[in-house]
């Protein structure tokens, strides 16, 4: 398999729809079914189902858990939510697996947790590929990925996209069976 990484500058409009185009292009000629799509407000959730055309890829979206930003409120547009659902794709909201409950004893009693650890140093490498791991992660436990399933996943830094990869994610409890297949586009952090 030859792979080329494509990097992109942060995830504005031009740049989200290149990050998805290439996904989706990469996941065709790899044969991989499932894309997972993160989205916050539902920016990019929008720009890929404008952007999608194919009907051959499963599409997974995942939001950020309802509290993140304000109790009990979820930031994405339940408009979209459900027209999401009513074109047959999968909609996850859950628990941060590398915030949770670590971020409200570092916030309560400080110190220093494993999975903050863990999530400041993908951070290193970008945002987005801290997102593409956590919601992976998250999805492989609600049980939405099969066994030894290839995935590609779309994140990005703030709004919208710049980052994906393919994966074969595990659950949260064996993490030493992830498997990180590559870049398929990246944030440029330089330019």
């Not at 998805?20 to 993160?38: L, M, W």
């Not at 220093?112 to 140093?121: K, L, R, T, V």
């Not at 995935?151 to 709004?159: E, Q, Y």
Request: aromatic content about 10%; overall charge positive; some cysteine.
């Amino acid at each position: 398999m030859e792979n080329k990484i494509y990097f992109l500058n942060d995830g504005k409009e031009k740049n989200t729809i290149n990050c998805i185009q290439k996904t989706v292009d990469f996941c065709t000629e790899n044969h991989i079914k499932k894309i997972i799509i993160n989205s916050t407000t539902g920016f990019t959730a929008k720009k890929a189902m404008e952007t999608i055309k194919t009907q051959n890829l499963e599409l997974i979206f995942v939001t950020h858990m309802s509290g993140y930003k304000e109790e009990s409120i979820n930031e994405f547009d339940l408009n979209l939510k459900k027209q999401i659902e009513k074109n047959g794709y999968k909609i996850f909201t859950g628990t941060h697996i590398l915030k949770g409950i670590e971020a409200s004893f570092q916030k309560y009693y400080n110190g220093i947790y494993p999975s903050i650890i863990f999530a400041d140093a993908l951070r290193t490498v970008s945002q987005g590929t801290k997102v593409i791991i956590e919601s992976s992660i998250m999805v492989k436990d609600a049980g939405l990925i099969s066994k030894d399933e290839w995935v590609a996943v779309i994140s990005g830094s703030h709004r919208g996209a710049d980052t994906s990869a393919f994966i074969k994610p595990s659950h949260s409890n064996n993490i030493k069976k992830f498997v990180f297949g590559g870049f398929i586009t990246m944030k440029n952090k330089f330019f």
